[in-house]
């Protein structure tokens, strides 16, 4: 079986190639050919693979986020969009009205660095006191209930910089939340069946360097090592830092990934659904979002 993408509103891959987005390797073929194949060959086993997609830092109705919810929307594919509660602007309720296939989480409270000089960056780490930690927490989500569509919301903590105190998350439901994204590796996952978590693998982000897109050949490689992981692959953007080469590997790589027949895309409704979870959550159409 010959996996295609289905027909997205986005550049063609060959065009994107052409402007050197996308390098390619011996034989004229590009870095994503490579993920072609896998997804093919997994297509062919009868082996599929669940994505997901989560977008953080919302704040506001942006050109970025147009372009965000285009992408969305142009891929059939669900998006968890994690927004800063604390920075919620009064445009950015109206603009996700018209936006049925997003779902939204709570990013923490204001997105503030409390780490100490030295350390890595967090604003629900280990370094404040838990009560501080539960207070901010418990108000992340007040604000959001407050600002954000009602039907959108889902009691989902994402903290930035995808890190956080392990006691912290062991009280997330007590908070109200049902569920908890950060990224691997997990630091002590709490023993909570009440708190679902689905973490975040692959950023196209080099945060340490660049700035801009990573190297595409590793971002491709690393995905393509995740297909066979068994758990679902989470896919991580950040709309408002997505320059022009971020914006085109990512043009090219989710229409591919999205629209294979090996790839099944959740939703985050079902993925982050409180117990008993429907482990064959069905994936995410335009036509059931309308519905709900």
Not at 127 to 134: I, S
Not at 163 to 170: H, Q
């Amino acid at each position: 079986m010959q996996g295609a993408a289905r027909p997205c509103t986005v550049a063609s891959l060959s065009r994107l190639a052409s402007l050197g987005t996308l390098p390619r390797r011996g034989g004229g073929r590009t870095t994503l050919d490579r993920l072609r194949v896998a997804l093919d060959a997994r297509a062919e086993a009868g082996a599929p693979v669940s994505v997901w997609w989560r977008d953080d830092d919302a704040v506001a109705a942006t050109p970025a986020l147009d372009r965000l919810l285009a992408l969305s929307e142009a891929c059939d594919a669900p998006l968890l969009l994690a927004a800063i509660p604390a920075g919620i602007a009064p445009s950015l309720g109206p603009r996700l009205d018209a936006a049925p296939g997003v779902r939204l989480a709570v990013h923490g409270l204001s997105h503030a660095n409390h780490a100490p000089p030295g350390e890595k960056a967090s604003e629900f780490g280990p370094h404040r006191p838990p009560a501080a930690l539960v207070a901010d927490a418990r108000e992340g989500l007040r604000r959001a209930r407050e600002h954000l569509p009602e039907d959108a919301l889902l009691p989902v903590f994402v903290p930035p910089w995808n890190r956080l105190a392990p006691d912290l998350a062991a009280a997330l439901p007590d908070l109200g939340y049902a569920g908890l994204s950060a990224a691997p590796p997990r630091q002590a996952a709490p023993d909570r069946p009440d708190l679902v978590r689905a973490d975040i693998h692959i950023d196209p982000i080099d945060w340490r360097g660049t700035r801009s897109l990573a190297d595409p050949e590793r971002l491709v490689d690393n995905l393509v090592a995740r297909l066979g992981a068994g758990d679902p692959v989470g896919i991580l953007t950040h709309h408002l830092a997505h320059d022009a080469a971020l914006w085109a590997f990512l043009e090219a790589l989710l229409p591919l990934l999205f629209g294979h027949p090996a790839v099944t895309v959740l939703d985050p409704r079902h993925l982050f659904a409180p117990p008993p979870v429907d482990a064959g959550a069905a994936p995410w159409s335009r036509r059931q979002a309308r519905a709900s």
